[in-house]
């Protein structure tokens, strides 16, 4: 069941990221939706095999972006691997922490970008006006991914409480 | 012989490398579309297709409200560029007669009539630093890799991975994109440049060439993808420096890729010919 949580989520932010964001002009500075995701199994669950799951969600990214290939899978796994990590050492929930590491991801992608961007075009050929752009996502990142990670959770413990109700009427369990 | 840390590091670091290696290999397009990418693409699209189409919906009933009001208004506007078009396309179809006798004349046959596909944008690249859309036809429909797509406005790019039922296309404002094209008025040759805005370079237009501001752009053919003639936009900037060989253009596309909805795909592809006579 929790499966199909994470199906569903990760498909209703692929839509959105694919075809509503470019249409609204406000979000032309949001960040990658699928980082929230990412963020959300990396500081929420414990259990490995959701690397797997990490790994699928920047295949689908990587198939349906003209992004060079492996650009997404690449983000995503060190993203996860390196929040992952550091949830040893500071708490989850440590109100600065989230936020630090919400701005850290999406800086991390960028990283990405211009490493793979400068292989394919041999050289630096960014912008100012990019370098804002970026600038400007990692900002909003900051801001709205630890909103969208308190939603995520809120949505994830309903959920849980629904397929509870459900799977004990079931067995008969009565609450 | 090793400490367990230093053999961690030591994998850690390979990890990271192999990692940079294949994608910098990604980068330079080295690794092929796999069966696998086709399937991806054909389970995660139709969603793409149903929530777009709801979006569009929504915002026809939007914008019916409002054309209608303004319709009479414009109505009459219209009526007086009728009969200048009209009038227009007289002359037009005199010229077309004349320009057929005139061909017949040098020996040329009559360019092969273009097959085109009509499909619907039901997607946008997840990556503002890249300019890939995706349409609702595939290979099923006949489409293949590198074909044209154009809009009635002008050329939006070309197909560069196809699935069963949905491709994906390459706009030409993407910087991995490159058009031959060439200065309607003028003849001036040069490359359109992709540059993930909403305008593009006019690259390698010699100095001595006459660009000016307005000048509308075409594709000159000479890439073999985008049929001659095709609107790509109107030159908004000219920049001449001393020490350089080429003028520095930008041009704004003739298509609005941000409400593009339809575009047509250029299945058949056929020039002119010129008979050989002996």
């Not at chain 1, 490493?115 to 100012?128: M, N, R, Y």
């Not at chain 2, 596909?117 to 036809?137: G, H, L, N, Y």
Request: aromatic share 12%; charged share 20%.
């Amino acid at each position: 069941m929790n499966a199909l949580f994470y199906l569903f989520l990760s498909l209703f932010l692929v839509i959105v990221q694919t075809t509503l964001v470019p249409e609204i002009a406000f979000l032309n500075c949001c960040f990658d939706l699928l980082i929230v995701n990412v963020l959300y199994v990396s500081l929420f669950t414990s259990h490995g095999i959701f690397i797997l799951y990490v790994v699928a969600l920047g295949w689908t990214m990587d198939c349906l972006s003209g992004v060079p290939s492996g650009f997404y899978i690449s983000s995503y796994v060190w993203i996860y691997l390196f929040v992952f990590m550091l949830r040893h050492v500071i708490h989850a929930g440590n109100f600065i922490f989230i936020p630090v590491i919400s701005a850290g991801a999406v800086a991390m992608e960028h990283g990405f970008l211009i490493f793979t961007l400068l292989v394919k075009q041999d050289g630096w050929f960014f912008s100012t006006a990019d370098i804002v752009f970026m600038g400007k996502q990692i900002v909003v990142g900051f801001f709205m991914i630890p909103l969208l990670l308190v939603v995520v959770n809120k949505c994830k413990k309903g959920w849980d409480k629904k397929i509870q109700r459900v799977t004990g009427r079931k067995m008969g369990i009565r609450g | 012989m090793f400490s367990k840390r230093f053999v961690f590091l030591i994998l850690a670091v390979f990890v990271v490398l192999a990692n940079l290696v294949y994608l910098a290999v990604g980068s330079k397009g080295g690794v092929p579309v796999s069966r696998l990418e086709r399937l991806t693409i054909a389970l995660v699209a139709p969603f793409q297709m149903a929530v777009t189409r709801t979006t569009d919906a929504v915002q026809d009933v939007w914008a019916v409200y409002f054309a209608s009001v303004s319709a009479a208004r414009e109505n009459k506007m219209l009526k007086k560029a009728l009969a200048l078009a009209t009038a227009d396309q007289n002359r037009c179809r005199e010229l077309a007669l004349e320009n057929q006798r005139l061909r017949k004349f040098i020996y040329f046959k009559q360019a092969e009539a273009q097959i085109m596909v009509a499909a619907k944008v039901i997607a946008r690249d997840p990556s503002p630093w890249f300019s890939t859309m995706m349409i609702d036809k595939g290979n099923q429909d006949g489409l293949c890799k590198g074909l044209p797509v154009v809009a009635a406005q002008g050329i939006v790019g070309q197909v560069v991975a196809v699935a069963g039922r949905y491709s994906r296309v390459l706009l030409i404002t993407d910087r991995n994109s490159s058009v031959d094209a060439l200065v309607q008025s003028t003849r001036a040759r040069g490359i359109v440049q992709g540059d993930n805005t909403e305008t593009c370079f006019f690259d390698y237009a010699l100095r001595k060439e006459t660009v000016t501001v307005g000048d509308d752009i075409v594709a000159s053919g000479l890439d073999q993808i985008f049929p001659k003639g095709v609107s790509i936009g109107k030159v908004v900037d000219v920049k001449k420096e001393n020490s350089d060989l080429f003028q520095h253009v930008r041009v704004k596309t003739s298509v609005d890729f941000n409400t593009l909805e339809e575009v047509l795909v250029f299945v058949k592809q056929t020039g002119p010919t010129e008979d050989v006579r002996p």
